[in-house]
């Protein structure tokens, strides 16, 4: 994102409206700029159309750093998983997309928040944790689509600095591997420079407990349960086996 700086006079009305607080008034403020390497091209600061004289400019940008409106800009499509946003239906599709079954659990970690973002070195060293910990990758996540080494968990050196708003991992592992992914990631969360949640779902057993609970209890994770389930997305594509 540019601002043209004939064109700005000065008002300032933007600033509030940068996610990343990337755009600051010169020493005599009397024009506004952005600080290339804070954007993420979230495009917020544009869509808002708060400028009185039109003087943001949109770009694109070339590889590597079009993966920050990838990853940032809600309006656009990941071209591989050709999902927008955050480029995953995440795991409440999961009765319709089958990506985890009974005896398993999905792993989501999301780096990054409004305010903050992420860059991708801390979400490559979230994703080695994962992989050292045995996972699998969901094959149709943007950010697996980023790795250059699914075993170790290795990113593209390409955009190992970009910065983007949010990036989410998401995995799969057996339930009674649990203990070793809460392990890798509390091991490396102090090495992580921004926010970053964890989420684990699981299929409900018939009495409607959730069978990631107890684990949990004995790992004196804190934790909150949380239904969430997407209906009108299609029909149910697997059985569920025994
Ligand atoms: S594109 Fe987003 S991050 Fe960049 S200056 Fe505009 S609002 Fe801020
Ligand atoms: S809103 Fe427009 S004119 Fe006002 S400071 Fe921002 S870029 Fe400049």
């Given at each position: 994102m540019k601002i043209d700086e004939k064109e700005c006079v000065g008002c300032g009305e933007c600033l509030a409206y940068c996610p990343m607080g990337a755009i600051s008034m010169d020493d005599d403020a009397d024009f506004a700029s952005i600080d290339e390497d804070e954007c993420v091209e979230c495009g917020v600061c544009f869509r808002s159309k708060v400028c009185p004289v039109d003087a943001f400019e949109e770009e694109i940008h070339p590889w590597p750093r079009s993966i920050r409106a990838a990853f940032s800009?809600?309006?656009?499509?990941?071209?591989?998983?050709?999902?927008?946003?955050?480029?995953t239906e995440e795991a409440k599709t999961n009765d319709v997309t089958g990506q985890f079954r009974k005896g398993f659990v999905g792993i989501t970690t999301e780096m990054g928040r409004p305010g903050l973002g992420a860059r991708f070195y801390d979400v490559e060293k979230v994703a080695k944790a994962l992989a050292r910990a045995g996972v699998v990758f969901a094959p149709n996540n943007p950010v697996t689509y980023l790795m250059v080494d699914q075993k170790t968990g290795q990113l593209n050196p390409e955009i190992i600095s970009e910065k983007v708003c949010s990036a989410m991992i998401e995995s799969t592992t057996p339930l009674e591997n649990l203990p070793e992914v809460i392990k890798q990631l509390k091991g490396v969360s102090?090495?992580?420079?921004t926010v970053f949640c964890l989420t684990i779902s699981s299929r409900l057993e018939e009495d409607g407990t959730a069978p990631c609970e107890k684990v949990l209890k004995e790992l004196e994770v804190l934790f909150y349960i949380n239904g969430k389930t997407n209906v009108g997305l299609g029909r149910p594509l697997f059985k569920e086996v025994g």
């Open positions: 800009n809600p309006l656009l499509v990941h071209k591989e998983t050709r999902v927008p946003g955050r480029g102090p090495e992580i420079e």
